[in-house]
């Protein structure tokens, strides 16, 4: 779907997992993969070297710093631990204005409920403005997550680069 709309897939650069699966269908769909990657994951060789562009960069901070830069949106798949600081960094960067790119949680089969509820729950205690709350959209389906993005960037730039979504 990424490709056949013109979204260029800006990721962490890995050949496994999820993210792996993601960047080859892209590739295969004759997409376009940035990866950016850190030298040590380098060194464990699961880089994915097969993408239109991998930058190898020194740490997991300046690989988050890049891919936020290079990105016009943010889509947040079901994951785990490294899923939720990235998550939680781009929201936080958008509550204090750094960014103000859309972010969509892909909600496939409820899986980030509980992070709403959470969510919800620390705004309801005080720990947060409820306007955080409306920072992220969540999404059931991929076209829906892609649509919410792609909506949200034409209004939010006054244009759609979809080429760096």
Known sequence: MMAERGIALVYGGGRVGVMGTIADAVIDA???????????LMQKEVGHTGVTSLEVVATMHE???RMAELSDAFLVLPGGLGTLEEFFEVLTWRFLKLHDKPIALLNTDGYWDRLSECLQG???AGYARPATLELATY???PA???EILERQA???HGR???EKL
């Open 144 to 146: 829906e997550a892609l």
């Open 30 to 40: 004759g997409g376009t993969v940035t990866g950016i990657i850190p030298d040590f």
């Open 139 to 141: 999404a059931e389906t």
């Open 63 to 65: 690989r988050k710093a």
């Open 154 to 156: 034409a209004v939010e």
């Open 122 to 124: 620390i705004a309801d």
């Open 160 to 162: 759609l680069e979809s």
